[in-house]
């Protein structure tokens, strides 16, 4: 811990804070030369960075390299994926905890960071490939002796998004009769309208969450089998869990099948874990996971290195952090010009916010500089003709991501004046990397482009399990870092806690079971939304 | 247009200002009083909105609803709707357009505001009938004789995002037999996974540009012309076409049907014309259509009211005003309880940040206050466990407002530890709203929240096709209020244009018709991208 510094107690912040005074001015005549664009590049796992169109130049970057290095950004993070406690705050209660994502997909190395993790991540894969096996082979059929066709997750939050947004991403990749389908909310339209299209004699219902007792999947996994039973099927005979060992839903005789989840593995960071495994595996084969845990992994390595123009998660780490602590900008924009990316932007909301919308430093006091962003985005072009408008022209400035791939999955294109969909595509893309930045003056103010909007472009060949892998992987460990930087917590959710509290509350109060006072702000709200409260 | 006068010239800005120094303190004991509550409401169209959570009092409101005054915004609202020419900056070349989305939807009036714009609504509205009775009894069917069971609706932004967030939040109410599906991007894959999961002979495909030009949907209607016609399929037994009158696609011998849309609606706000309805009656029938139009005609209606403690939408303009230009915050979360609106935000995105992402006034020159907000949300309780960590305890203040309903559409539900599904749905929304509000003090810094997260509830009864029109004209109507609060032209979009331009010139180099300087950023980035250049 003796390397878990304040942010604002981090000498190399004044030189930032002196150059962001006068940042790189992208909107003036000859602000991206070509050597500009061929020296702002760096490369991991098959994606190339191209960042030319940062507000910053080399005296930025290297100040940011400082930075990273008196923070010790390497080495807390190395420390991480040898199974330090990261997720902890000194001198407060805590969860205490070791952060070992990584270790889920250190599985192609004969010496494991952490090998114990390693081990058991390597256990719950084997569990995997039989069970996957045995699906193949018609060992584990229906009642009627037919193939599973359907794989149902019901899990919420980090149980729901990343497993869905990789699915949907990698749906090109479904294996012949196979597919997957999700719940999540509470809300009983959910279930119902995803119950209603499903046949559930050929439905697998997978039940992922760590506790066993979320409210939405407990309440789901109900409606689940409840629609099981009246179809006259038997639920321990569809229903498979991804659990904590020991949990209440680690049950042998109410499940098909139990996976096992740890508590070193945060919720959003589980992706790789069997809370992904499991649903993927069953839509796309168990090697298609394990090259996806190849890209992960291989990311995971890029993510050592000390430079950050040797480590891409370090220099988009570093990126974010100059746009948001030293150019002021409060979100960030993930705009993927891949419509099989839809949700990947749902997910990086969810693991970057959880993460790094903090208050308290990790040496316990409140933070006096700025922490996470809020993270939003739709793919492009679609957003193109959507909120763009406010992006170019709008008061407020909003540093975006664009990620993008020069193949597209399916190959089946058309050309129309003399290029295909995919050319266009990538073509908007790159075109909006240089609007944004580059401006355009123009006599009717209306029809001005003030430019010195920051952005940057990540391209791949094609979007496969294992860049998927790796995309994911860059993600993940960008967001840890800038949380190390921060001296934050990227690792536990408090803030979720009291509106856990006061839903209880008022249920108990519906219930009959919880009196609130005549008086409470509780009970006038429930009446002014016209509930109506038990007994 | 002698009432278009700048938010900086709004004497009672100055008065809100200095109380904006001091806004009420919801995290102060007592803050939340029954007598707040129920005084801090208003109701319009089976809606209730409840913003006692707000950082207001009695003092703001009556400061917010002078503000309101002096700037006319009420008789804004009504030129606009009596066909005044509201899209224009004066002194430049603007577009110059009346702005009558609402004219389409008064339709129920023997005296409609504006009677030209109404009766091409009501023509087109005839037609449609005509159509889906043709589908209904048989008359219109395919080669084989059979039924059309889908409907694919292919265009892009307006023509995209309110048609499909509305197709989802009422697909309980499918006749049946029917669906509808969607493909905007240019991405061939997003056609090509639509495409694959489709019976061509029993779709029908519903083209919707209103120049008939638009790069993405002429891109994917050949994709699906050739589909078609690889099927065996003649294009023109299948296609429909929503587009304006004597376009390139306003043509009988390739469409089966054309249904109009004029220059005086916005792609943005044209769900309630032909651009929504020929999709959404397939989908639904023509009277739950009409029974759409009916709800946001009544809250059209809604919007004249002097009052806003009489017109909701006018209150929910002069809320946003206070967050946005008094309390600072610049973004803004649209949080449904409810799975049918998970699209919703995603519209309401493109409809705000579209229309007020400005930064010219209308009076031509560049604003010097803030115009509109960063727009983002996705449904709770699923944000729940997502992103809620940062609004309870990020460094970024970020006003939400919550959607929610006190009955499901399906009404399948559980009853689990005493609640059913639907009200432990509503209980988490009220709670959050709370939990935002009045914080919570606590010895662990880590545990502590801080309250004071400006936000609102609205809730009515059920989502129909009454209540889902009514919210879409809600928030139409309080985009436009805002947009004149600002004097800015909401109804124009000329930030899209230079990444058109320079997608365009990237496209020439690609085909080889487009010569790009040998030291051009564009070169540069496409090579640095790996993308080839013809010839």
Redesign the interface.
């Known amino acids: 811990m003796k390397n878990w510094k304040d942010f604002a107690a981090l000498k190399t912040g004044q030189r930032l804070a002196a150059l962001a005074q006068k940042p790189y001015n992208l909107a003036q005549p000859e602000s991206?030369?070509?050597e500009r664009?061929?020296a702002y590049?760096a490369s991991a796992c098959g994606f190339?960075l191209?960042y030319?169109t940062q507000r910053l130049d080399d005296e930025v970057l290297a100040t940011l390299q400082a930075l990273a290095d008196e923070a010790d950004l390497i080495e807390q993070y190395k420390a991480m994926k040898r199974g330090e406690i990261m997720n902890r705050?000194i001198g407060?209660?805590?969860e205490e905890r070791q952060v070992l994502h990584t270790a889920c997909r250190d599985i192609f190395s004969d010496t494991p960071l952490a090998p114990d993790a390693t081990a058991q991540a390597k256990e719950q894969l084997a569990k995997l490939k039989e069970f996957l096996a045995d699906l193949d082979s018609g060992k584990l059929c229906n009642e009627n002796g037919e193939s599973f066709t359907t794989m149902l997750q019901v899990g919420?939050?980090?149980s729901?998004?990343g497993p869905r947004a990789l699915y949907f991403a990698l749906?090109?990749y479904r294996q012949p009769g196979r597919s997957a389908k999700f719940i999540?909310?509470?809300?009983?339209?959910?279930?119902?309208?995803v119950?209603?299209s499903l046949d559930l004699s050929r439905t697998l219902i997978n039940v992922v969450s760590k506790s066993g007792t979320t409210?939405?999947t407990?309440?789901?996994e109900?409606?689940v089998r409840?629609a099981l039973t009246e179809a006259g099927l038997n639920p321990a005979k569809h229903l498979v869990a991804v659990t904590g060992s020991g949990s209440i839903m680690d049950d042998p005789a109410r499940y098909l099948a139990a996976f096992h989840m740890y508590d070193y593995i945060g919720?959003?960071y589980s992706v790789t874990s069997m809370v992904g495994g499991v649903t993927l595996g069953f839509a796309f084969g168990y090697d298609a996971f394990i090259e996806l845990l190849r890209g992960a992994n291989d990311m995971d390595r890029a993510a050592e290195q000390p430079s950050i123009h040797a480590n891409l998660p370090l220099l988009m780490a570093m990126l974010g952090i100059w746009n948001r602590n030293f150019l002021g900008y409060?979100?960030v924009a993930v705009l993927p010009?891949?419509?099989?990316l839809l949700r990947f932007p749902?997910h990086l909301?969810?693991c970057d916010?959880?993460s790094?919308?903090?208050?308290?430093s990790r040496l316990?006091?409140?933070?006096t500089?700025?922490?996470?962003?809020?993270?939003?985005g739709?793919?492009?072009?679609?957003g193109?003709?959507?909120?763009?408008?406010?992006?170019?022209?709008?008061?407020?400035i909003?540093p975006t991501e664009f990620i993008?791939f020069?193949c597209?999955?399916?190959g089946?294109?058309?050309t129309?004046?003399?290029?295909?969909?995919?050319?266009?595509?990538?073509?908007?893309m790159?075109?909006?990397?240089?609007?944004l930045a580059?401006?355009?003056d123009q006599e009717?103010?209306?029809?001005?482009?003030?430019g010195n909007r920051p952005n940057s472009?990540l391209?791949a060949?094609q979007l496969t399990p294992y860049t998927m892998g790796a995309l994911l992987a860059l993600y993940e460990n960008r967001i840890a870092l800038q949380g190390f930087c921060w001296n934050i917590?990227s690792f536990?959710?408090?803030?979720?806690?009291?509106?856990?509290i006061?839903?209880d509350?008022?249920?108990g109060a519906?219930?009959?079971?919880q009196e609130l006072g005549k008086?409470?702000?509780?009970?006038?709200?429930?009446q002014?939304?016209?509930?109506e409260v038990?007994k």
């Open positions: 991206l030369p070509p664009i061929a590049q190339d191209l030319a705050i407060h209660a805590s919420i939050g980090g729901d998004l749906e090109k999540a909310n509470v809300d009983p339209d959910d279930a119902a309208a119950l209603a409210l939405e407990r309440t789901n109900e409606l409840a919720g959003r409060n979100t010009y891949s419509q099989a749902a909301q969810q916010m959880e790094n919308g903090k208050q308290v316990g006091s409140l933070v500089w700025k922490t996470g962003p809020i993270v939003w739709e793919p492009g072009t679609n193109q003709h959507a909120f763009y408008q406010l992006l170019h022209q709008g008061t407020e909003v993008g020069r597209s999955q399916y089946r294109d058309i129309v004046k003399g290029t295909t969909s995919q050319q266009k595509l990538v073509a908007n790159l075109a909006q990397s240089l609007a580059q401006g355009r009717n103010p209306n029809k001005r482009f003030a472009v391209i060949e917590n536990d959710q408090e803030g979720v806690q009291l509106g856990k006061l839903a509350r008022l249920l519906m219930a009959g079971v008086q409470s702000s509780e009970l006038a709200l429930l002014a939304a016209g509930m038990g």
